[in-house]
Every structure is written in C-alpha cells, then in structure tokens.
C-alpha cells in the first residue's frame, strides 16, 4: 500500500493519470486474451486503502480512521471507472475485485471506503482484502473485519485476496508472529484460516 507511484513513462504522456489508465488497462487485458490468457479475476488496483496512482489518486483518512476526506476521491472513483470499463470491455465475463488492506485492523475505515466506492457508483463485483497475521493481528481480528464487511455489504463477495505466514524469519515485530517460523506454524495458519473462512 506504500508504494503507489506513478510510473515513470507515464508522466511524460500529456493526460491525467486517472484517464490513461483506461488505455493502459484495455491494452493489457488484450494482450493477455491475445495470448490465450484471459483472466477470470481482475483487480483494479492492489491494497489501495490510501488511493493509487500518487499523487493525483490518493485519499486520506480523517485523524481517527473511521472515515475519509474528501481530497482526490473524484479522481481516484474516475480512475476505478475507467480501470473497469476496460475490463468489462476486454473481458467481459471477468470478475472486478476492489482490494483494500484495512479489514483485519481497521475495519471501520474498510467500511468507509467501499461506502466511497458505493456512492461513486464504480462497477466491481468482488470486495478484496489482505491478512498478514504479523501486520494485522491474530485471525479474530480478520474474522470480525469479515463479519463486518459482510454486515454492510451483504450483496458482494468477499474474498481474501492476498495472505501469508513465515516459515523461515520473522516478519514484522517480532513480538506478533503468532505462528512458529517453521513449515508447521504455516500449516497451523493455514489450517486455522481456512476453518475461520468457512464460517463465511
């Protein structure tokens, strides 16, 4: 979520990054459906809590991180439209996956975004998110961030997008791995996330 930059060979095109990405998006696809590759899951954007495409799609959050301000949303809900306008125009059988990183530690902010998301009318289907248990806390964290989402949002799925457990070095603070960093503590994690998945 951190590294959101533009790229660089972008800045030089005389267009707002918020409208390139149209182009760049529909011209990716089409290379992957060329190549007999055509995605079943597309995300428009990857961990973008904070916006994408800095500076000129980047949101913040208020000081208590339950809801946003409103600097750049228009630009980054243009951004978003114009990303899955080209995926439904590509691959039109795909599924749009949103994806954020707040569900498992801040909820509330997750739930303001994809409100956001909501009243911008942009087109996804799918509500994805991130949990490292050595960034976001034990899995009950994530179990309440899904039940949340769930609550408010009980016509999208949800799907966790992007997860994982070392076996090897620690992560993080050392102090929140919950797991051993061995081969057994990753198939205790994914033994232990699988069966909270399963109450969704």
């Not at 946003?68 to 439209?81: M, V």
């Amino acid at each position: 979520p951190e590294k959101q930059r533009v790229p660089a060979s972008w800045i030089v095109i005389n267009t707002p990054v918020y409208e390139y990405i149209y182009n760049y998006t529909k011209e990716s696809l089409q290379a992957l459906v060329d190549a007999g590759a055509t995605p079943d899951f597309i995300q428009t954007g990857n961990e973008i809590s904070f916006g994408m495409l800095w500076d000129g799609c980047k949101v913040s959050a208020n000081s208590n991180w339950d809801a946003y301000l409103d600097t750049n949303w228009n630009s980054l809900a243009t951004a978003l439209k114009n990303a899955g306008k080209a995926c439904r125009e590509i691959c039109p059988d795909a599924k749009i996956i949103i994806h954020t990183e707040q569900c498992a530690n801040t909820p509330t902010l997750d739930i303001a975004f994809y409100t956001r998301i909501k009243d911008n009318a942009i087109d996804y289907d799918i509500i994805g998110v991130s949990y490292y248990p050595y960034f976001k806390g034990p899995i009950y964290h994530l179990d309440d961030g899904l039940s949340q989402l769930e609550k408010n949002f009980p016509d999208k799925t949800i799907m966790v997008v992007e997860t994982g457990c070392s076996y090897h070095y620690s992560v993080g603070d050392k102090d929140k791995q919950y797991y051993p960093l061995t081969y057994e503590g990753q198939r205790q994690f994914t033994e232990e996330l699988i069966t909270m998945l399963n109450k969704h």
